[in-house]
């Protein structure tokens, strides 16, 4: 459950924003990662961290395909008691782990394994996730749900570089697939992406 007393969205991002930099040159890289100061991506860490905290209390968390570690940062700023450890493809600082999901396993077990906005650019989810379920307690992912993006042509999804965009039946069917167990989802605030809950 979040406190009453969480700060709003709009401040903490204002407050990240200001702290870590604006909007950066967009298409500096495959993965989208000029955007990564918009505040649609920090809404989805946001829905992620409620999602957390309904878990209750998790000694760790991996966050593969972390980018600028915003949910280590909102993990502080909320005063959530957990080791952060981000790990990513391309690590933006040294203290990030370097791992691709596709083929590396987590160095060590995590309570939660948070991954956002990352499969999309995974050829086969399923795999990837499958092979994280035994390192884990619980996963939270997101996907982009094709169905809440009409305007996503062929030609824009492969400018975004989403090798998977699928409905989300075919996502929940990836999940489950890899035998993760759904808990809830909740869809993000510009009703663009859905965030699961799941247990290993
Ligand atoms: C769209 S960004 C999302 C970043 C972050 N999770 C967030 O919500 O702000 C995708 C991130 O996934 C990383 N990534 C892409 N493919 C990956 C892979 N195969 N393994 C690990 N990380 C990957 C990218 O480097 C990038 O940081």
């Known amino acids: ?4 007393t969480v700060e709003p969205t709009e401040t903490l991002w204002n407050r990240f ?18 955007f990564q100061r918009d505040i649609q991506w920090f809404q989805r860490a946001e829905v992620a961290l ?23 940062v909102l993990l502080k700023s909320k005063g959530i008691q957990a080791v952060y450890q981000g790990l990513d493809i391309v690590p933006q600082s040294p203290e990030v782990i370097a791992c691709d999901i ?10 939660v394994a948070m991954v956002l906005g990352v499969l999309e650019y995974v050829e086969n989810p399923t795999a990837a996730l499958a092979r994280l379920r035994p390192k884990v ?7 982009v749900a094709r169905e809440q993006n009409l ?14 965009f699928v ?3 075919a996502f929940e069917e990836m999940l489950t697939s890899a035998g993760f167990q759904v808990k ?10 859905r965030v699961w809950l799941c247990v290993a």
């Not at 409620?50 to 972390?66: E, R, T």
């Not at 596709?102 to 309570?111: A, G, N």
């Not at 305007?151 to 998977?164: I, M, P, Y």
Request: with cysteine; hydrophobic share 30%; aromatic share 6%.
């Open 1 to 4: 459950m979040i406190s009453e």
């Open 17 to 34: 924003v200001r702290t870590f930099g604006g909007k950066q040159k967009a298409g500096a890289n495959p993965y989208n990662l000029g």
């Open 50 to 72: 409620s999602l957390l905290q309904s878990i209750g209390p998790v000694n760790s968390v991996a966050d593969i395909g972390c980018a600028d570690q915003k949910i280590g």
């Open 102 to 111: 596709r083929r590396d396993d987590l160095p060590s077990y995590f309570d």
């Open 137 to 143: 307690g619980h996963l939270i992912v997101s996907h």
């Open 151 to 164: 305007n996503v042509t062929l030609e824009k999804q492969a400018r975004l570089g989403w090798t998977t």
């Open 167 to 169: 409905h989300t039946q």
């Open 184 to 193: 809830t989802s909740v869809l993000t605030p510009d009703q663009r992406t």
